[in-house]
């Protein structure tokens, strides 16, 4: 996005070469949870959650199995933002602090979670899950600051449409 930024100087070119897309918003009385939550596109999210539904389902998945599926969704996750997620669609520069953010929050996440990793670590605890995602929740704003100088852009604002057509005289008149 090359908005300017209203808050400040103008930016400088090295700034604006380094601007990026718009964060997802957040609200200040979230949870640590869901303010992750914020960065990981919901399709994704929902994929996983389905994906590990069925597999605990299934009982005894194979170790293979449940790293395949995380791996999978964490390398369609960038692809995922850039693609479907952000106009215009496609791998920009100005889209790499989300892209990357998304996927450390989705790898916190399933940190959090326990997934593929409290079956195959056996240091794993899920103490550890939760100060991972306490962390990563606290160091994407700072990362996100010093990305968009302080303060993220504004989003654009939306095209006006033009007004629709008078169709009062179109044959259908009436008269007094």
């Not at 960038?78 to 997620?85: A, E, F, G, Q, S």
């Not at 998304?102 to 940190?111: I, N, Y």
């Amino acid at each position: 996005m090359t908005s300017p930024n209203t808050n400040g100087p103008p930016p400088t070119p090295w700034r604006r070469r380094l601007a990026q897309e718009p964060p997802p918003s957040s609200n200040v009385a979230d949870s640590y949870f869901e303010r992750l939550m914020r960065y990981i596109p919901a399709d994704i999210v929902a994929g996983y959650v389905a994906i590990d539904g069925i597999l605990k389902d299934g009982g005894n998945s194979p170790l293979w199995l449940t790293w395949s599926v995380f791996v999978s969704l964490l390398v369609l996750t960038p692809l995922y933002v850039c693609y479907i997620k952000t106009a215009p669609p496609g791998v920009l520069f100005s889209k790499t602090f989300h892209w990357v953010a998304s996927m450390l929050a989705f790898s916190a996440w399933v940190f959090a979670l326990g997934g593929p990793f409290a079956v195959t670590f056996d240091w794993y605890r899920p103490v550890y899950g939760s100060v991972l995602l306490i962390l990563t929740t606290l160091t994407l704003p700072v990362l996100e600051s010093i990305f968009y100088g302080g303060r993220p852009p504004s989003p654009p604002a939306a095209p006006e449409l033009p007004p629709p057509p008078n169709n009062l005289n179109s044959g259908n008149e009436q008269h007094d």
